[in-house]
T-cell receptor, first 112, second 112 residues
């Protein structure tokens, strides 16, 4: 089983739709979680951290379910500019210290 | 402006040659990382350094080498021993105790 798993997509949705992605992780000792956005041929950029109580930033909502070991990202009222790949990132403790593990990303395409 | 600078952005290399990718940060971050990204495989950790004069192998270190003589600099050498070096290389840094990782704009390496 991969340490961090995501559905690669692509998810093709119409503008204005609500879309949700999930990401599962295998290390139950993982401590912190993030969603990064990556545009084509660009570097990943932090979208939002994921807190235990869930958090919202405008149209974006992130949630963490420790019992089932998954995090989710919900995007409401999708815009064309939301088209990108969304990377799930998990920070866990290993023998070498903190380790960030990236999922392979979920591709979102928002269409007219 | 603080940030991470990678150079060159595009590099073409002949088989059998070593090349060095530069990564400089002025964020005063302790930890620096090198990742490789291939289509459909997400980011894979090559090497990381938590402090000056110390570095650790990541998941795919074979065929690569690094140095960390200064806090600001973490160059990556792709040696001729790397069997499939064509990829997008991302340098990143993180503050000690911090969770957020910041990326440079990446370097595209093509072996011809």
């Amino acid at each position: 089983r991969k340490e961090v798993e995501q559905d690669p997509g692509p998810f093709n949705v119409p503008e204005g739709a609500t879309v949700a992605f999930n990401c599962t992780y295998s290390n139950s000792a993982s401590q912190s979680f993030f969603w990064y956005r990556q545009d084509c041929r660009k570097e990943p950029k932090l979208l939002m951290s994921v807190y235990s109580s869930g958090n919202e930033d405008g149209r974006f909502t992130a949630q963490l379910n420790r019992a089932s070991q998954y995090i989710s990202l919900l995007i409401r009222d999708s815009k064309l500019s939301d088209s990108a790949t969304y990377l799930c990132v998990v920070n866990g403790i290993t023998g070498g210290g903190n380790k960030l593990t990236f999922g392979t990303g979920t591709q979102l395409k928002v269409e007219l | 402006d603080g940030g991470i600078t990678q150079s060159p952005k595009y590099l073409f290399r002949k088989e059998g040659q070593n090349v060095t990718l530069s990564c400089e940060q002025n964020l005063n971050h302790d930890a620096m990382y090198w990742y490789r990204q291939d289509p459909g495989q997400g980011l894979r950790l090559i090497y990381y350094s938590q402090i000056v004069n110390d570095f650790q192998k990541g998941d795919i270190a074979e065929g690569y080498s690094v140095s960390r003589e200064k806090k600001e600099s973490f160059p990556l050498t792709v040696t001729s021993a790397q069997k499939n070096p064509t990829a997008f290389y991302l340098c990143a840094s993180r503050d000690r105790g911090g969770n957020t990782i910041y990326f440079g704009e990446g370097s595209w390496l093509t072996v011809v």
